[in-house]
């Protein structure tokens, strides 16, 4: 079993920028693909970004691709999500995931999920 805590979230404006932490206990970090995935109300989860398990291979979807940034240290069974530059549409439910498929857009391939941290952008 594998338990996630993210961390990080809060309330910033327009232009700022916010390092999202999720960190790992339980089983090997090593084994997992990790991924963060954001939830509004009456949306559906959708992908943030994901990076494999030796960091190495990263992907995000396009609309945030050059804005937001993921990354791990698997010395301190950490993953990373900073994102610059945000806007209220960022504003969102945060979480992170870890299975066994990097690259993987779909929330059910994701085995185990932290409870999320909220972000607020304000105007």
């Known amino acids: 079993q594998v338990q996630l805590v993210e961390s990080g979230g809060g309330l910033v404006q327009t232009g700022d920028s916010l390092t999202l932490s999720c960190v790992a206990s339980g089983r090997n970090f090593l084994d997992y693909a990790v991924a963060w995935f954001r939830q509004t109300p009456g949306k559906e989860r959708e992908l943030v970004a994901t990076?494999?398990?030796?960091?190495?291979?990263?992907y995000y979807e396009d609309f945030w691709k050059g804005r937001f940034t993921i990354s791990r240290d698997n010395a301190k069974n950490s993953v990373y999500l900073q994102m610059n530059n945000l806007n209220p549409g960022d504003t969102a439910l945060y979480y992170c995931?870890?299975?066994?498929?990097?690259?993987?857009?779909?929330?059910?391939?994701?085995?185990?999920w932290g409870q999320g941290t909220q972000v607020t952008v304000s105007s």
């Open positions: 995931a870890a299975g066994y498929y990097p690259g993987s857009s779909l929330p059910e391939r994701y085995a185990y």
């Open positions: 990076v494999n398990q030796s960091g190495e291979n990263k």
